[in-house]
Nanobody, 118 residues
Framework: VQLVESGGGLVQPGGSLRLSCAAS????????MSWYRQAPGKERELVAA????????NYADSVKARFTISRDNAGNTVYLQMNSLKPEDTAVYYC????????????WGKGTLVTVSS
């Protein structure tokens, strides 16, 4: 099983980034996918989630109207489009997969660093 995040980097405040998470080794279409983030000195927090078929999404209040989560089940990839980035969005962003019928089956990616700074 692998979850490989990409797309992180340094961006100026107000800028945009698109994160990708490529999944392999499990039946991607049967998993709810999420993005979490962890800023230095803070706990890991949920940013956004999308159900297995993509019919429902939810977001942390801090990113609503700025971030969009989406998925491509044919390509086994989940995305996070991040717009209007703020310095407080600086964090390591992690991809997370959980089986829709049992939370005992879950996987984490290794993360990608997003730095928002001028």
């Amino acid at each position: 099983v692998q979850l490989v995040e990409s797309g992180g980097g340094l961006v100026q405040p107000g800028g945009s980034l698109r994160l990708s998470c490529a999944a392999s080794g499990f039946t991607f279409s049967m998993y709810t996918m999420s993005w979490y983030r962890q800023a230095p000195g803070k706990e890991r927090e949920l940013v956004a989630a999308i159900t297995s078929a993509g019919g429902s999404t939810n977001y942390a209040d801090s990113v609503k109207a700025r971030f969009t989560i989406s998925r491509d089940n044919a390509g086994n990839t989940v995305y996070l489009q991040m717009n209007s980035l703020k310095p407080e969005d600086t964090a390591v962003y992690y991809c997370y997969a959980v089986f829709q019928y049992s939370h005992d089956l879950n996987y984490w990616g290794k993360g990608t660093l997003v730095t928002v700074s001028s």
